[in-house]
């Protein structure tokens, strides 16, 4: 591999400074490397900022910048190459502390890159499709203010599966199954698998259990009427980063995509390994 390109996390000076460091120390080796100089201020890439020659997308931070990576470069399946600068950093493959040994290993050909499973969701109002996008991690839908409850009818395959009266819901990948959802309480997936996670945020039920579909499932989320009758104003929330606003009336319907994220991996570490690792931390 020889061609490489940049994106740092403008938010944080530390990678800003650093992907000089990287772009000198792969041209010292005779490898071609672009940085993308034209960061939005919300992080987003245009895909067209990528040389068509790019082999591999070199990204500096922590997870957050990747997934939106990810969401934004969706269309152009290259393999990225996580250096985490933030805290726990499950997608990265390297830290800074390491940078120039994992380029070494990209430059000599000597990595593994494991595709990841992306959901994409679907917002339909008045049998209209409205807007969508794409998820590496997960679909949150939820209220607009703070501590608001939403209703939520879920159904399954066009299966009405049940009434939910919550914070909100998340529909998690695998990959995103270490994140909001294992903080809201449902269970932890290998990466690799085929599934999607469906789990209710803060549920006012008994029934607070996070359910296992198959990535051949489709759920579909209808956004009905609170208790008292009234309309309800929530919002999809794909991968912490891309907002639309729903209501009453509307629905998202979620299911597994075409696309996928080719991730990285330097070391032969297992993921039971990995996780044992990263909850010791």
Same mark, same amino acid.
């Given at each position: 591999m020889k061609n490489f390109f940049v994106i740092a996390n403008n938010s944080k000076k530390e990678a800003v400074d650093f992907q000089l460091n990287i772009k000198e120390y792969l041209e010292s080796k005779g490898a071609?490397?672009?940085?993308?100089?034209?960061?939005?201020?919300?992080?987003?890439v245009q895909a067209s900022q990528v040389p068509s020659d790019s082999e591999c997308v070199i990204v500096l931070g922590g997870d957050g910048t990747l997934l939106q990576a990810s969401m934004d470069l969706a269309d152009i399946n290259i393999p990225f190459l996580g250096i985490n600068l933030g805290t726990?950093?499950?997608?990265?493959a390297a830290d800074k502390d390491d940078v120039f040994t994992a380029l070494d290993r990209m430059l000599k050909d000597d990595y593994?890159?494991?595709? $990841?499973?992306?959901?994409?969701?679907?917002?339909?109002? %008045? %049998?209209?499709?409205?807007?969508?996008?794409?998820?590496? %991690?997960?679909?949150? !839908?939820?209220?607009k203010e703070p501590m608001q409850i939403v209703y939520l009818c879920v159904y399954v395959n066009d299966m009405f599966l049940h009434k939910y009266q919550a914070d909100g819901v998340i529909v998690s990948t695998p990959t995103?199954?270490?994140?909001?959802?294992?903080?809201?309480?449902?269970? !932890?997936? %290998?990466p690799t698998a085929k599934t999607m996670v469906l789990t209710p945020v803060s549920p006012h039920s008994m029934h607070n259990r996070g359910i296992v579909f198959s990535s051949d499932d489709t759920i579909r989320?209808? !956004?009905?009427?609170? $208790?008292?009758?009234r309309e309800q104003n929530v919002v999809a929330i794909f991968d912490g980063s891309k907002k639309v606003d729903i209501k009453?009336?509307?629905?998202i319907t979620i299911k597994r995509s075409e696309k996928t994220t080719k991730i990285i991996k330097l070391k032969k570490e297992s993921f039971l390994e990995t996780l044992h690792n990263k909850l010791e931390d």
């Amino acid at each position: 591999m020889k061609n490489f390109f940049v994106i740092a996390n403008n938010s944080k000076k530390e990678a800003v400074d650093f992907q000089l460091n990287i772009k000198e120390y792969l041209e010292s080796k005779g490898a071609k490397c672009d940085i993308c100089s034209e960061v939005s201020t919300k992080g987003h890439v245009q895909a067209s900022q990528v040389p068509s020659d790019s082999e591999c997308v070199i990204v500096l931070g922590g997870d957050g910048t990747l997934l939106q990576a990810s969401m934004d470069l969706a269309d152009i399946n290259i393999p990225f190459l996580g250096i985490n600068l933030g805290t726990l950093g499950y997608l990265a493959a390297a830290d800074k502390d390491d940078v120039f040994t994992a380029l070494d290993r990209m430059l000599k050909d000597d990595y593994i890159t494991e595709p $990841r499973m992306m959901i994409y969701g679907e917002v339909n109002s %008045n %049998n209209q499709k409205m807007d969508e996008s794409w998820a590496l %991690n997960e679909i949150v !839908i939820t209220g607009k203010e703070p501590m608001q409850i939403v209703y939520l009818c879920v159904y399954v395959n066009d299966m009405f599966l049940h009434k939910y009266q919550a914070d909100g819901v998340i529909v998690s990948t695998p990959t995103g199954s270490t994140g909001y959802n294992l903080s809201a309480g449902g269970p !932890i997936v %290998n990466p690799t698998a085929k599934t999607m996670v469906l789990t209710p945020v803060s549920p006012h039920s008994m029934h607070n259990r996070g359910i296992v579909f198959s990535s051949d499932d489709t759920i579909r989320i209808d !956004i009905v009427e609170d $208790r008292y009758g009234r309309e309800q104003n929530v919002v999809a929330i794909f991968d912490g980063s891309k907002k639309v606003d729903i209501k009453t009336g509307d629905s998202i319907t979620i299911k597994r995509s075409e696309k996928t994220t080719k991730i990285i991996k330097l070391k032969k570490e297992s993921f039971l390994e990995t996780l044992h690792n990263k909850l010791e931390d």
